[in-house]
């Protein structure tokens, strides 16, 4: 049975910081990372990153936010700089499996103020 916890959001003024953890256990995760969903838009990808090391970044988030895994503890840490308004969303930590299957973590709100 596949269990992911995330932790980290909150609320923070713009231009500041914050990071996101996501543990998961359970089975052998090639991909793990975050997508995000702001009211009334659809979820998007933030960052992802496979267990070779090769990462993939959101256009918006780029240079501003650095994802980061350990494979041994299938962790994976998002840390975000320079907050936007437009980052305020519910953040999930996604994971795909071996087999192959997704899946998504809770979700933790992160809300930047103007």
């Known amino acids: 049975q596949v269990h992911m916890v995330e932790s980290g959001g909150g609320l923070v003024q713009a231009g500041g910081s914050l990071n996101l953890s996501c543990a998961a256990t359970?089975?052998?995760?090639?991909?793990m990372g975050w997508y995000r969903q702001a009211p009334g838009k659809q979820r998007e990808l933030v960052a992802i990153?496979?267990?070779?090391?090769?990462?993939n970044y959101a256009d918006s988030v780029k240079g501003r936010f650095t994802i980061s895994r350990d494979n041994g503890k299938n962790t994976v840490a998002l840390q975000m700089n320079s907050l936007k308004p437009e980052d305020t969303a519910v953040y999930y930590c996604?994971?795909?499996?071996?087999?192959?299957?997704?899946?998504w973590g809770q979700g933790t709100q992160v809300t930047v103020s103007s």
């Open positions: 996604y994971a795909v499996s071996v087999p192959l299957a997704n899946y």
């Open positions: 359970g089975k052998i995760f090639i991909s």
């Open positions: 990153v496979t267990t070779g090391g090769i990462s």
